[in-house]
């Protein structure tokens, strides 16, 4: 019988390898084995701290996950790897799964997505990101010549603001705390601005920071009867805002948007596979290898993810390699 090694959050704050057994292939399964994954660094250093709120437990369960929050649990959405048995249309094909981190699996065929010939493994963890993106813009729904805000350059962020600066005539600006940001920006072919320096009177803003210091700046810099997008997932954490001031006198809107659903405008008409095939298809796109910022060997996972949830270095998207994993 085939075995896999795999990554579980023994209890919060605590990671560890552990091999199991994998099941047989049945027919119309595949068996995937895993070349890169990818950490979504908000939610899965929330989850890794056990800072999920109890109400939230059955609408966080990841699509594969096992066990349950805080843990054990074995958790995690950006799987990249080649299909060594399935279908003949699938087999030896890269492809996309919303699987934890873990070295082979077999899961139904139609739960993973084919990549790109034009997109390189690695690039495409970054899937699961830019499938947010397109969520949030079509939430958004941002207009020719809008003056958009995104704050917070995090891995959410910057895939939003690659993909609101192909809009034609939209003005983006990329907003972060942290100065270093400016380099991914640059790259990104967006403007940067810290906090201090963002513009105001801004069409859209949205909030990616996932701080009230965020949210409240995203207020201060729309315009009035604005709207601002929240897409922040807070976990466990209390948001404070001030909503005196000028709030109501200013008429403004906070809308929330988030993945677990396809965005109202497009619900009708496309289906969650729709929008990650599309995230997909956009990661041909190499400017988003700005935000591969780190990679290490799947042995170092545990010690990678304590030092991501207790803040070290300015990782954007930390990328797992199981080339050499048996």
């Known amino acids: 019988m085939l075995e896999a090694?795999?990554?579980?959050?023994?209890?919060?704050?605590?990671?560890?390898?552990?091999?199991?057994?994998?099941?047989?292939?049945?027919?119309?399964?595949?068996l995937v084995r895993t070349s890169r994954t990818g950490i979504s660094r908000g939610t899965e250093t929330s989850v890794f701290q056990g800072r999920v709120p109890s109400s939230e437990h059955e609408r966080m369960r990841a699509p594969f996950q096992e066990g349950g929050f805080p843990?054990?649990?074995?958790?995690?959405?950006?799987n990249v790897g080649v299909v060594e048995q399935g279908p003949d249309d699938l087999r030896g094909r890269t492809v996309f799964t919303l699987f934890p981190h873990q070295s082979r699996f077999v899961v139904p065929a139609e739960a993973v997505v084919p990549v790109p010939h034009g997109v390189p493994a690695?690039?495409?963890?970054?899937?699961?990101?830019?499938?947010?993106?397109?969520?949030?813009?079509?939430?958004?729904?941002?207009?020719?010549?809008?003056?958009?805000?995104?704050?917070?350059?995090?891995?959410?962020?910057?895939?939003?603001?690659?993909?609101?600066?192909?809009?034609?005539?939209?003005?983006?600006?990329?907003?972060?705390?942290?100065?270093?940001r400016r380099t991914v920006a640059d790259r990104l072919g967006v403007r940067f601005a810290e906090p201090g320096d963002a513009p105001g009177d801004r069409d859209l803003v949205v909030n990616t920071s996932g701080s009230e210091a965020g949210l409240q700046l995203a207020l201060a810099s729309?315009?009035?009867d604005g709207d601002v997008i929240e897409a922040s997932w807070y976990g466990d954490r209390p948001v404070t805002l001030a909503l005196g001031a000028d709030?109501?006198?200013?008429?403004?809107?906070?809308?929330?948007?988030?993945?677990?659903?396809?965005?109202?405008?497009?619900?009708?008409?496309?289906?969650?596979?729709?929008?990650?095939?599309?995230?997909?298809?956009?990661?041909?796109?190499?400017?988003?290898?700005?935000?591969?910022?780190g990679d290490s060997p799947w042995s170092e996972l545990p010690a990678v993810m304590e030092g991501l949830a207790t803040g070290q270095g300015a990782e954007l998207c930390h990328t797992i390699d199981w080339t050499d994993a048996e």
């Open 247 to 293: 709030f109501h006198s200013r008429r403004l809107t906070i809308r929330s948007s988030q993945v677990g659903a396809v965005a109202r405008r497009r619900r009708g008409t496309r289906t969650t596979r729709d929008r990650l095939a599309l995230a997909l298809d956009l990661l041909q796109d190499p400017a988003f290898d700005a935000l591969l910022t």
């Open 122 to 180: 690695r690039r495409a963890v970054l899937a699961g990101a830019v499938e947010t993106a397109v969520n949030v813009l079509w939430d958004a729904a941002p207009l020719v010549g809008d003056r958009v805000t995104i704050v917070g350059a995090g891995m959410i962020g910057c895939s939003i603001a690659r993909l609101a600066r192909g809009i034609p005539g939209l003005d983006v600006v990329l907003v972060d705390v942290d100065a270093s």
């Open 222 to 224: 729309v315009v009035t």
């Open 5 to 30: 090694v795999a990554f579980w959050i023994d209890r919060p704050g605590v990671g560890v390898m552990r091999r199991a057994p994998i099941g047989p292939v049945g027919d119309g399964d595949v």
């Open 71 to 78: 843990g054990p649990v074995k958790y995690g959405y950006l």
